[in-house]
């Protein structure tokens, strides 16, 4: 499939949609992709099943502070001297490009990246919706390995990162993150066309362009957006998709600590009030005390009226919203996939209970 202009609003609605919050404001990375359209260039996104096992694709993204994002706006080079980084290491040069993440930005930077070099983009992920660390990825769950990892700021500084522990990996690069002023850019997982078909979130760049039409189109058609994504995920892997609460947001505790955009979010209403903890990402969606949804599902939060996804930089006291909760698929919901990003992976007591 080849990316037009007119399909980049949609992809960035839909990808901020299963951003959960967090993955950085795709707005940003939109307007770079139409740029490089405008000048003429291709994106060209292909089916991770069509892929030759031996092709070598190296995913490229944006990790940091969404909130420092807003300020630090990215020229387009940075995602690329990374790549260039970790081919250098490799002694061989990427056959194709892919998102680490779905969710935010790093929909997008993957995009300008094919275009600007002229590489196919493949349509799949690694982890159907955002998380906030390097390590928590199916592609480390299915054992590809995360380094030689390459980082890159706006000032031109590059660093190579070399670890067997990815683990170690995101704590190495979160560091230089920091000293690079709170985002960089990487490239890193660098696999086979083999290991993408066994590893990765398929699909994820459609469905995020699926996603964003959806919420485009049913108010002009006099259709309610929430039903209609409810009724569109419920024929995907993902299942399960519903509204959990509604409300005016009454309170927003947000910071930027170690990389991160930590805080909470409360929303109040007639009947109650729901808290919504997160880590770049919406982890926890709590009731009066009670669990609403929970990590590795996706808590979005999106305007009552027109179901735009916000994310968490742009969250303000007097916004009517409505919480949606969509159940990930499979893939992400295994013992050894809870262990690398469910509940307990952020430090949290209660247990995973997948969104029915």
């Not at 690694?126 to 199916?138: C, D, K, V, Y």
């Not at 979010?265 to 009670?290: K, T, Y």
Request: proline letters at 6%.
């Amino acid at each position: 499939m080849e990316l037009k202009c007119k399909d980049v609003d949609d992809l960035c609605i839909g990808a901020a949609f299963l951003g959960a919050g967090g993955g950085g404001d795709p707005y940003i990375g939109g307007l770079m992709v139409k740029q490089e359209l405008a000048a003429g260039r291709r994106i060209e996104i292909i089916d991770p099943d069509g892929l030759d096992d031996s092709k070598l694709i190296i995913p490229t993204a944006m990790m940091g502070a969404p909130t420092v994002l807003l300020e630090k706006i990215p020229s387009g080079q940075e995602p690329i001297r990374a790549l260039r980084v970790v081919e250098n290491e490799l002694g061989r040069q990427a056959d194709a490009t892919m998102p680490t993440e779905v969710g935010g930005i790093n929909s997008t930077i993957p995009l300008f990246v094919g275009a600007r070099l002229g590489i196919p983009v493949v349509d799949a992920d690694g982890q159907g919706r955002a998380f906030p660390e390097l390590q928590m990825e199916t592609f480390a769950i299915e054992g590809v390995k995360g380094c030689p990892l390459g980082i890159s700021d706006e000032k031109g500084d590059t660093s190579l990162v070399m670890t067997d522990n990815n683990h170690r990996m995101e704590w190495i690069a979160r560091g230089i993150t920091i000293r690079f002023g709170g985002t960089a850019y990487f490239a890193n997982y660098p696999m086979s066309g083999a290991d993408v078909k066994r590893s990765a979130v398929k699909h994820t760049l459609t469905l995020a362009r699926h996603i964003g039409e959806i919420i485009r189109n049913s108010r002009s058609r006099k259709q309610d957006p929430f039903d209609e994504l409810c009724r569109f995920l419920a024929t995907t892997s993902y299942a399960v998709a519903r509204v959990i609460f509604d409300g005016k947001i009454t309170d927003v505790d947000r910071r930027t600590s170690e990389g991160f955009t930590l805080g909470s979010v409360s929303i109040d209403n007639p009947n109650g009030r729901c808290v919504i903890e997160f880590q770049n990402e919406n982890l926890i969606a709590r009731a009066d005390g009670d669990l609403l949804a929970i990590v590795p599902d996706i808590i979005s939060i999106l305007d009552a009226e027109t179901a735009m996804p916000i994310t968490n930089e742009t969250l303000r006291y007097g916004q009517r919203v409505k919480v949606m909760a969509v159940r990930v698929p499979p893939i992400m919901r295994s013992e050894a996939a809870l262990r690398q990003f469910g509940p307990e992976a952020f430090g949290m007591s209660e247990p995973y209970c997948a969104l029915e």
